[in-house]
Protein backbone atom coordinates (compact mmCIF):
# COMPACT_ATOMS: atom_id res chain seq x y z
CA UNK A 1 0.00 0.00 0.00
CA UNK A 2 1.18 3.59 -1.01
CA UNK A 3 2.06 5.42 2.17
CA UNK A 4 1.15 8.67 1.21
CA UNK A 5 -1.89 9.14 2.41
CA UNK A 6 -4.49 9.76 -0.28
CA UNK A 7 -4.91 13.71 -1.21
CA UNK A 8 -8.93 13.06 -0.26
CA UNK A 9 -8.04 11.89 3.13
CA UNK A 10 -6.41 15.50 3.93
CA UNK A 11 -8.74 17.47 2.06
CA UNK A 12 -11.31 19.19 3.71
CA UNK A 13 -14.59 18.24 2.97
CA UNK A 14 -15.65 21.87 1.17
CA UNK A 15 -12.36 21.07 -0.82
CA UNK A 16 -13.92 17.43 -1.64
CA UNK A 17 -16.99 19.31 -3.18
CA UNK A 18 -16.01 20.00 -6.43
CA UNK A 19 -14.02 16.69 -7.69
CA UNK A 20 -17.19 14.53 -7.08
CA UNK A 21 -18.54 12.81 -9.40
CA UNK A 22 -21.76 12.39 -7.79
CA UNK A 23 -24.55 15.09 -6.98
CA UNK A 24 -25.46 13.90 -3.99
CA UNK A 25 -22.33 13.25 -2.19
CA UNK A 26 -21.10 17.16 -3.22
CA UNK A 27 -24.64 18.22 -1.34
CA UNK A 28 -23.64 16.13 1.15
CA UNK A 29 -19.92 17.89 1.70
CA UNK A 30 -21.62 21.00 1.76
CA UNK A 31 -24.39 19.82 4.32
CA UNK A 32 -21.39 18.53 6.74
CA UNK A 33 -19.62 21.53 6.59
CA UNK A 34 -22.71 23.66 7.41
CA UNK A 35 -23.41 21.74 9.89
CA UNK A 36 -20.14 20.81 11.23
CA UNK A 37 -21.26 17.40 11.22
CA UNK A 38 -19.89 13.59 10.11
CA UNK A 39 -22.51 11.64 11.86
CA UNK A 40 -25.36 9.70 11.06
CA UNK A 41 -27.37 7.70 13.40
CA UNK A 42 -28.45 4.01 12.63
CA UNK A 43 -32.12 4.32 14.00
CA UNK A 44 -32.83 0.87 14.87
CA UNK A 45 -35.79 1.02 16.88
CA UNK A 46 -38.80 -0.36 17.33
CA UNK A 47 -41.58 1.29 16.32
CA UNK A 48 -42.29 3.92 13.54
CA UNK A 49 -43.70 6.11 15.98
CA UNK A 50 -39.97 5.89 17.99
CA UNK A 51 -38.35 6.73 14.70
CA UNK A 52 -40.08 9.52 14.14
CA UNK A 53 -39.79 10.42 17.27
CA UNK A 54 -36.34 10.47 17.65
CA UNK A 55 -35.36 11.77 14.01
CA UNK A 56 -36.68 14.82 14.70
CA UNK A 57 -35.02 15.09 18.04
CA UNK A 58 -31.60 14.03 16.55
CA UNK A 59 -32.21 15.53 13.22
CA UNK A 60 -30.30 18.57 14.28
CA UNK A 61 -26.89 17.01 14.98
CA UNK A 62 -26.81 14.40 12.56
CA UNK A 63 -26.68 14.52 8.04
CA UNK A 64 -27.49 11.17 7.64
CA UNK A 65 -30.10 9.06 9.20
CA UNK A 66 -29.46 5.63 8.44
CA UNK A 67 -32.70 2.78 8.53
CA UNK A 68 -33.75 -0.60 8.58
CA UNK A 69 -37.25 -0.48 7.61
CA UNK A 70 -37.85 -4.15 7.83
CA UNK A 71 -37.03 -3.92 11.58
CA UNK A 72 -39.24 -1.35 12.44
CA UNK A 73 -42.97 -2.13 13.51
CA UNK A 74 -45.49 -0.09 12.06
CA UNK A 75 -44.28 1.12 9.16
CA UNK A 76 -46.74 2.87 7.11
CA UNK A 77 -45.82 1.66 3.49
CA UNK A 78 -48.27 4.44 1.55
CA UNK A 79 -45.64 5.74 -0.49
CA UNK A 80 -46.94 8.89 -0.35
CA UNK A 81 -48.23 9.56 2.91
CA UNK A 82 -46.34 6.87 5.10
CA UNK A 83 -43.47 6.37 7.01
CA UNK A 84 -40.94 6.94 4.30
CA UNK A 85 -42.89 10.54 3.16
CA UNK A 86 -42.87 11.37 7.02
CA UNK A 87 -39.03 10.45 7.31
CA UNK A 88 -38.72 12.53 4.26
CA UNK A 89 -40.52 15.60 5.51
CA UNK A 90 -38.11 15.36 8.77
CA UNK A 91 -35.47 14.92 6.90
CA UNK A 92 -35.96 18.55 4.77
CA UNK A 93 -36.77 19.89 8.41
CA UNK A 94 -33.91 18.89 10.20
CA UNK A 95 -31.40 18.78 6.68
CA UNK A 96 -30.41 15.24 6.54
CA UNK A 97 -30.12 12.26 4.33
CA UNK A 98 -31.84 9.33 4.80
CA UNK A 99 -30.00 6.17 4.09
CA UNK A 100 -31.78 2.51 4.03
CA UNK A 101 -29.56 -0.21 4.94
CA UNK A 102 -30.88 -2.59 2.79
CA UNK A 103 -28.33 -4.36 1.71
CA UNK A 104 -29.91 -5.78 -1.88
CA UNK A 105 -28.23 -8.51 -3.15
CA UNK A 106 -29.68 -10.14 -5.67
CA UNK A 107 -29.66 -10.62 -10.08
CA UNK A 108 -29.96 -7.59 -11.56
CA UNK A 109 -33.85 -8.17 -12.76
CA UNK A 110 -34.80 -8.60 -9.07
CA UNK A 111 -32.68 -5.59 -7.20
CA UNK A 112 -34.37 -3.45 -9.47
CA UNK A 113 -37.95 -4.35 -8.86
CA UNK A 114 -36.69 -4.83 -5.19
CA UNK A 115 -35.18 -1.44 -4.59
CA UNK A 116 -38.14 1.05 -6.94
CA UNK A 117 -41.32 -1.12 -6.34
CA UNK A 118 -42.79 -3.50 -3.37
CA UNK A 119 -44.21 -2.90 -0.53
CA UNK A 120 -41.78 -0.69 0.51
CA UNK A 121 -40.45 1.78 -2.43
CA UNK A 122 -36.75 2.35 -1.04
CA UNK A 123 -36.41 4.63 -3.90
CA UNK A 124 -39.15 6.69 -3.22
CA UNK A 125 -38.17 7.80 0.38
CA UNK A 126 -34.38 6.48 0.53
CA UNK A 127 -31.76 9.41 -0.99
CA UNK A 128 -29.12 6.77 -0.38
CA UNK A 129 -29.12 3.14 0.00
CA UNK A 130 -26.60 0.15 -0.25
CA UNK A 131 -25.54 -3.10 -1.79
CA UNK A 132 -23.80 -6.81 -0.93
CA UNK A 133 -22.67 -6.97 -4.14
CA UNK A 134 -21.78 -10.85 -3.95
CA UNK A 135 -23.99 -11.50 -6.84
CA UNK A 136 -21.59 -9.57 -9.01
CA UNK A 137 -21.48 -6.05 -10.37
CA UNK A 138 -24.20 -6.20 -12.67
CA UNK A 139 -26.45 -5.74 -9.73
CA UNK A 140 -25.04 -2.44 -9.50
CA UNK A 141 -25.13 -1.26 -13.05
CA UNK A 142 -28.96 -2.70 -12.91
CA UNK A 143 -29.58 -0.76 -9.57
CA UNK A 144 -28.15 2.57 -11.43
CA UNK A 145 -30.31 1.85 -14.46
CA UNK A 146 -33.53 1.57 -12.26
CA UNK A 147 -32.14 4.58 -10.27
CA UNK A 148 -31.81 6.90 -13.73
CA UNK A 149 -35.42 5.34 -14.88
CA UNK A 150 -37.03 6.90 -11.46
CA UNK A 151 -35.37 10.00 -11.55
CA UNK A 152 -36.74 10.50 -15.01
CA UNK A 153 -40.15 10.30 -13.93
CA UNK A 154 -40.39 12.62 -10.96
CA UNK A 155 -41.50 15.67 -13.52
CA UNK A 156 -44.13 16.58 -10.88
CA UNK A 157 -44.07 18.20 -7.80
CA UNK A 158 -45.83 16.73 -4.57
CA UNK A 159 -46.75 19.24 -2.12
CA UNK A 160 -46.86 17.81 1.35
CA UNK A 161 -49.11 18.80 4.57
CA UNK A 162 -47.75 17.39 8.05
CA UNK A 163 -50.41 18.57 10.59
CA UNK A 164 -48.10 18.77 13.43
CA UNK A 165 -49.80 17.71 17.20
CA UNK A 166 -47.86 15.50 19.98
CA UNK A 167 -47.90 12.14 19.73
CA UNK A 168 -49.96 10.61 22.28
CA UNK A 169 -48.53 7.37 24.14
CA UNK A 170 -52.10 5.35 22.94
CA UNK A 171 -50.82 6.10 19.62
CA UNK A 172 -48.00 3.53 20.41
CA UNK A 173 -48.49 -0.52 19.85
CA UNK A 174 -47.09 -1.28 22.79
CA UNK A 175 -45.40 -0.28 26.24
CA UNK A 176 -42.01 -0.39 25.79
CA UNK A 177 -42.74 2.30 22.83
CA UNK A 178 -44.45 4.26 25.11
CA UNK A 179 -41.61 4.36 27.24
CA UNK A 180 -39.58 5.30 25.16
CA UNK A 181 -41.74 8.36 24.19
CA UNK A 182 -42.26 9.09 27.83
CA UNK A 183 -38.20 9.02 27.43
CA UNK A 184 -38.72 11.61 24.41
CA UNK A 185 -40.48 13.81 26.23
CA UNK A 186 -38.00 14.62 28.56
CA UNK A 187 -35.78 15.83 26.70
CA UNK A 188 -34.87 19.52 25.57
CA UNK A 189 -34.62 19.61 21.95
CA UNK A 190 -31.58 21.65 20.67
CA UNK A 191 -32.64 25.10 19.37
CA UNK A 192 -31.46 25.58 14.96
CA UNK A 193 -28.05 25.59 15.07
CA UNK A 194 -27.21 26.67 18.87
CA UNK A 195 -26.03 24.82 21.56
CA UNK A 196 -27.46 21.24 22.19
CA UNK A 197 -26.71 20.53 25.71
CA UNK A 198 -29.65 20.13 27.77
CA UNK A 199 -31.09 22.81 29.49
CA UNK A 200 -30.66 23.45 33.27
CA UNK A 201 -33.20 26.03 33.64
CA UNK A 202 -36.17 23.80 33.97
CA UNK A 203 -37.77 24.75 30.42
CA UNK A 204 -39.89 22.42 29.44
CA UNK A 205 -38.98 20.43 26.59
CA UNK A 206 -41.31 19.99 23.92
CA UNK A 207 -42.08 16.86 22.61
CA UNK A 208 -41.29 15.54 18.98
CA UNK A 209 -44.45 15.68 16.60
CA UNK A 210 -45.30 13.97 13.49
CA UNK A 211 -48.69 13.50 13.33
CA UNK A 212 -50.71 13.44 9.57
CA UNK A 213 -49.12 13.87 6.29
CA UNK A 214 -51.55 14.27 3.59
CA UNK A 215 -50.21 15.48 -0.24
CA UNK A 216 -51.02 16.97 -3.49
CA UNK A 217 -49.58 17.14 -6.80
CA UNK A 218 -48.64 19.38 -8.96
CA UNK A 219 -46.71 20.10 -12.11
CA UNK A 220 -43.56 21.30 -11.30
CA UNK A 221 -41.02 23.57 -13.20
CA UNK A 222 -37.82 22.04 -11.66
CA UNK A 223 -38.31 18.64 -10.19
CA UNK A 224 -38.59 18.19 -6.37
CA UNK A 225 -40.30 15.92 -4.11
CA UNK A 226 -42.19 16.76 -1.46
CA UNK A 227 -41.46 19.95 -0.27
CA UNK A 228 -44.18 21.84 1.76
CA UNK A 229 -44.51 21.07 5.25
CA UNK A 230 -48.10 23.27 6.58
CA UNK A 231 -49.88 23.36 9.88
CA UNK A 232 -46.70 24.70 12.29
CA UNK A 233 -44.07 23.03 10.98
CA UNK A 234 -42.76 24.71 7.55
CA UNK A 235 -39.32 25.05 8.32
CA UNK A 236 -36.90 23.72 5.49
CA UNK A 237 -33.49 23.53 7.04
CA UNK A 238 -31.85 26.81 6.24
CA UNK A 239 -28.09 27.13 5.21
CA UNK A 240 -28.94 24.98 2.25
CA UNK A 241 -30.54 24.23 -0.24
CA UNK A 242 -32.93 21.02 -0.44
CA UNK A 243 -31.11 17.39 -1.55
CA UNK A 244 -31.07 17.17 -5.17
CA UNK A 245 -33.07 14.35 -6.30
CA UNK A 246 -30.64 11.92 -7.88
CA UNK A 247 -30.48 8.73 -5.49
CA UNK A 248 -27.05 7.02 -4.34
CA UNK A 249 -25.38 3.86 -3.64
CA UNK A 250 -23.02 2.54 -0.88
CA UNK A 251 -20.88 -0.48 -1.80
CA UNK A 252 -21.23 -2.76 1.08
CA UNK A 253 -17.22 -3.45 0.99
CA UNK A 254 -16.41 -4.68 4.62
CA UNK A 255 -18.59 -5.11 7.48
CA UNK A 256 -17.69 -4.62 11.06
CA UNK A 257 -18.90 -7.96 12.31
CA UNK A 258 -16.27 -10.70 13.98
CA UNK A 259 -15.41 -12.96 11.66
CA UNK A 260 -16.67 -11.13 8.17
CA UNK A 261 -16.27 -13.43 5.00
CA UNK A 262 -15.81 -10.13 3.14
CA UNK A 263 -12.09 -10.69 1.84
CA UNK A 264 -9.65 -8.70 0.15
CA UNK A 265 -11.21 -10.24 -3.21
CA UNK A 266 -14.55 -8.82 -2.74
CA UNK A 267 -13.54 -5.97 -1.47
CA UNK A 268 -11.45 -5.19 -4.63
CA UNK A 269 -14.07 -6.06 -6.69
CA UNK A 270 -16.40 -3.48 -4.77
CA UNK A 271 -13.42 -0.91 -5.62
CA UNK A 272 -13.56 -1.63 -9.49
CA UNK A 273 -17.61 -2.03 -8.89
CA UNK A 274 -17.70 1.73 -7.48
CA UNK A 275 -14.92 3.30 -9.88
CA UNK A 276 -17.14 1.56 -12.98
CA UNK A 277 -20.54 3.29 -11.35
CA UNK A 278 -19.35 6.54 -10.40
CA UNK A 279 -22.56 8.53 -11.81
CA UNK A 280 -24.64 6.41 -9.09
CA UNK A 281 -22.15 5.03 -6.42
CA UNK A 282 -21.40 7.50 -4.00
CA UNK A 283 -19.01 5.38 -1.55
CA UNK A 284 -18.42 2.60 0.53
CA UNK A 285 -19.74 1.31 3.71
CA UNK A 286 -16.30 -0.29 4.94
CA UNK A 287 -14.00 -0.10 7.79
CA UNK A 288 -10.90 1.71 6.08
CA UNK A 289 -10.47 4.31 3.62
CA UNK A 290 -10.86 3.06 0.13
CA UNK A 291 -9.42 5.97 -2.01
CA UNK A 292 -6.26 4.83 -4.27
CA UNK A 293 -6.28 1.65 -2.74
CA UNK A 294 -5.40 -1.19 -5.55
CA UNK A 295 -4.95 -4.83 -5.84
CA UNK A 296 -1.78 -5.40 -5.03
CA UNK A 297 -3.26 -3.62 -1.32
CA UNK A 298 -6.12 -5.50 -0.97
CA UNK A 299 -5.45 -8.89 -2.94
CA UNK A 300 -2.30 -9.11 -4.32
CA UNK A 301 -2.60 -12.78 -4.89
CA UNK A 302 -5.92 -12.04 -6.94
CA UNK A 303 -5.36 -12.80 -10.85
CA UNK A 304 -8.73 -10.73 -12.27
CA UNK A 305 -7.38 -10.19 -15.28
CA UNK A 306 -8.09 -6.54 -14.91
CA UNK A 307 -5.38 -3.59 -13.90
CA UNK A 308 -6.91 -0.77 -15.59
CA UNK A 309 -8.73 0.31 -12.82
CA UNK A 310 -5.68 0.80 -11.06
CA UNK A 311 -4.72 3.60 -13.14
CA UNK A 312 -8.04 5.23 -11.81
CA UNK A 313 -7.46 5.04 -7.86
CA UNK A 314 -5.82 8.48 -7.82
CA UNK A 315 -8.38 9.70 -8.96
CA UNK A 316 -11.09 8.59 -5.90
CA UNK A 317 -13.18 10.51 -4.12
CA UNK A 318 -15.22 8.51 -2.76
CA UNK A 319 -17.62 8.99 0.43
CA UNK A 320 -17.07 6.31 3.23
CA UNK A 321 -19.57 5.56 6.31
CA UNK A 322 -18.48 3.55 8.89
CA UNK A 323 -20.70 1.57 11.68
CA UNK A 324 -19.57 -0.09 14.49
CA UNK A 325 -18.99 2.75 16.44
CA UNK A 326 -19.36 3.40 20.14
CA UNK A 327 -17.84 5.73 22.91
CA UNK A 328 -15.97 3.70 25.69
CA UNK A 329 -18.18 3.79 29.01
CA UNK A 330 -16.77 6.50 32.00
CA UNK A 331 -13.18 5.11 32.59
CA UNK A 332 -12.23 2.86 30.35
CA UNK A 333 -10.40 2.93 27.14
CA UNK A 334 -12.04 1.15 24.03
CA UNK A 335 -15.97 0.21 23.90
CA UNK A 336 -17.12 -3.32 24.73
CA UNK A 337 -18.41 -5.38 21.50
CA UNK A 338 -22.49 -6.20 21.93
CA UNK A 339 -21.94 -9.73 23.05
CA UNK A 340 -23.06 -11.03 19.34
CA UNK A 341 -20.51 -10.33 17.12
CA UNK A 342 -20.72 -6.01 17.03
CA UNK A 343 -16.79 -4.57 17.20
CA UNK A 344 -17.00 -1.45 18.37
CA UNK A 345 -14.11 1.53 17.58
CA UNK A 346 -14.07 4.84 18.48
CA UNK A 347 -14.71 7.72 16.32
CA UNK A 348 -11.47 8.56 16.32
CA UNK A 349 -10.28 5.61 15.26
CA UNK A 350 -12.55 5.49 12.61
CA UNK A 351 -12.36 8.98 11.24
CA UNK A 352 -8.44 10.15 12.23
CA UNK A 353 -6.89 7.24 12.20
CA UNK A 354 -9.18 4.72 9.23
CA UNK A 355 -10.00 7.45 7.58
CA UNK A 356 -13.57 7.08 7.18
CA UNK A 357 -15.64 10.01 6.63
CA UNK A 358 -19.31 9.14 8.34
CA UNK A 359 -19.26 7.55 11.61
CA UNK A 360 -22.61 5.82 12.07
CA UNK A 361 -23.80 4.95 15.49
CA UNK A 362 -26.92 3.00 16.81
CA UNK A 363 -27.10 2.13 19.99
CA UNK A 364 -24.34 4.44 21.50
CA UNK A 365 -27.36 6.76 20.67
CA UNK A 366 -30.07 5.21 20.75
CA UNK A 367 -30.17 3.64 24.48
CA UNK A 368 -28.94 6.58 26.11
CA UNK A 369 -30.64 7.73 28.75
CA UNK A 370 -30.85 11.71 26.62
CA UNK A 371 -30.19 10.56 22.85
CA UNK A 372 -30.11 14.07 21.65
CA UNK A 373 -27.23 15.26 23.83
CA UNK A 374 -25.58 11.84 23.69
CA UNK A 375 -25.93 12.47 19.53
CA UNK A 376 -24.52 15.94 20.21
CA UNK A 377 -21.14 14.63 21.76
CA UNK A 378 -20.55 11.78 19.32
CA UNK A 379 -21.16 14.74 16.72
CA UNK A 380 -18.36 16.85 18.24
CA UNK A 381 -16.14 13.82 18.29
CA UNK A 382 -16.36 12.92 15.30
CA UNK A 383 -15.77 16.44 14.11
CA UNK A 384 -12.85 16.56 16.06
CA UNK A 385 -11.52 13.81 14.87
CA UNK A 386 -11.94 14.48 10.72
CA UNK A 387 -10.05 18.01 11.94
CA UNK A 388 -7.30 16.12 14.05
CA UNK A 389 -7.17 14.24 10.59
CA UNK A 390 -6.47 16.91 8.41
CA UNK A 391 -4.04 18.16 10.91
CA UNK A 392 -2.39 14.99 11.48
CA UNK A 393 -2.14 14.72 7.49
CA UNK A 394 -1.04 17.98 6.82
P1 LIG B 1 -25.01 -0.28 16.46
O1 LIG B 1 -24.21 1.02 16.45
O2 LIG B 1 -26.20 -0.23 17.37
O3 LIG B 1 -24.16 -1.49 16.65
O4 LIG B 1 -25.68 -0.40 15.01
C1 LIG B 1 -24.94 -0.59 13.87
C2 LIG B 1 -25.81 -0.49 12.64
O5 LIG B 1 -24.98 -0.55 11.49
C3 LIG B 1 -26.83 -1.60 12.49
O6 LIG B 1 -27.96 -1.05 11.84
C4 LIG B 1 -26.17 -2.60 11.56
O7 LIG B 1 -27.10 -3.29 10.78
C5 LIG B 1 -25.32 -1.69 10.69
N1 LIG B 1 -24.08 -2.28 10.19
C6 LIG B 1 -23.08 -2.71 11.05
O8 LIG B 1 -23.21 -2.66 12.26
N2 LIG B 1 -21.91 -3.20 10.50
C7 LIG B 1 -21.71 -3.27 9.17
O9 LIG B 1 -20.63 -3.68 8.75
C8 LIG B 1 -22.71 -2.84 8.30
C9 LIG B 1 -23.90 -2.34 8.82
O10 LIG B 1 -24.84 -1.92 8.01
Known amino acids: MSTTPHWSLKQSFAERVESSS ?13 KQSNLCLSAD ?5 ELLALADQVGP ?29 LARKHGFLIFEDRKFVDIGSTVQKQY ?8 EWAHITNADIHAGEAMVSAMAQAAQKWRERVPYEVKTSVSVGTPGADQFADEEAEDRVEELRKIVPRENGTSREKDTDGRKGSIVSVTTVTQTYEPA ?19 IEEAPLERGLLILAQMSSKGCLM ?14 NKDFVMGYVAQQNLNGIT ?8 DDHESAAEEE ?23 QGDGLGQQYNTPDNLVNIKGTDIAIVGRGIITASDPPAEAERYRRKAWKAYQDRRERLA
Not at 116 to 123: K, L, Q, W, Y
Not at 225 to 236: F, H, N, P, Q
Not at 295 to 302: E, G, N
Open 22 to 34: HPLTSYLFRLMEV
Open 45 to 49: VEHAR
Open 61 to 89: SIVVLKTHYDLITGWDYQPHTGTGAKLAA
Open 116 to 123: TAGTACVI
Open 221 to 239: DSPRLAKTISEGDETVFPG
Open 263 to 276: DGKYTWECVKAARK
Open 295 to 302: KQDLAPAY
Open 313 to 335: AQADNFIHMTPGCKLPPPGEEAP
